[in-house]
């Protein structure tokens, strides 16, 4: 059962579960993005997907990680700061905003930047690696958003 945000009223800090994914047909291709935002008993309080036109698949993966964090802010700030754990099937986009690996794009540094300013508003964000099968809502997403269904 899917509640309105309005219904939800939170009083204290809450834990978010995010999934994002971002697709590419063609990296660069048409591109989009998908997020799930849930909390902690697997409840979905938002679902967005999005076209972005032509752009590489790289790109549609930290837009969506983006998206979802203007998402939280937009509904949520009133409530800061939250804990979020993101859950992604990109292994590079999870190392790059974990710290792990350099970011050599100047573009992809860009989008990287906006996300870290964000991170700052919240009290505790993680970023895990899942195999693609187990991303499933937001691949499902960014896919519906590619062929219009969205």
Do not use: C
Not at 71 to 81: G, S, T
Not at 107 to 127: D, G, P, R, T
Request: aromatic share 10%.
């Amino acid at each position: 059962m899917r509640y309105a945000i309005n219904d939800l009223r939170p009083t204290s800090r809450m834990n978010f579960i995010i999934f994002t994914d971002g697709a590419s047909r063609g990296n660069p291709g048409p591109a989009s993005y998908g997020f799930v935002v849930k909390d902690t008993t697997g409840l979905i309080l938002h679902e967005e997907a999005k076209e972005l036109g032509v752009t590489t698949n790289n790109v549609a993966e930290y837009t969506a990680v983006l998206r979802a964090f203007q998402y939280i802010l937009a509904h949520f700030a009133d409530k800061a700061p939250h804990k979020i754990t993101f859950f992604m099937d990109s292994l590079l986009v999870v190392q790059q905003l974990s710290g792990r690996y350099k970011i050599k794009s100047p573009h992809l540094k860009e989008l990287v930047l906006a996300i870290k300013e964000l991170e700052m508003q919240f009290f505790n964000i993680s970023y895990t690696h899942i195999p693609r099968k187990d991303n499933f809502l937001a691949d499902r997403l960014a896919n519906m958003a590619l062929d219009h269904l969205v």
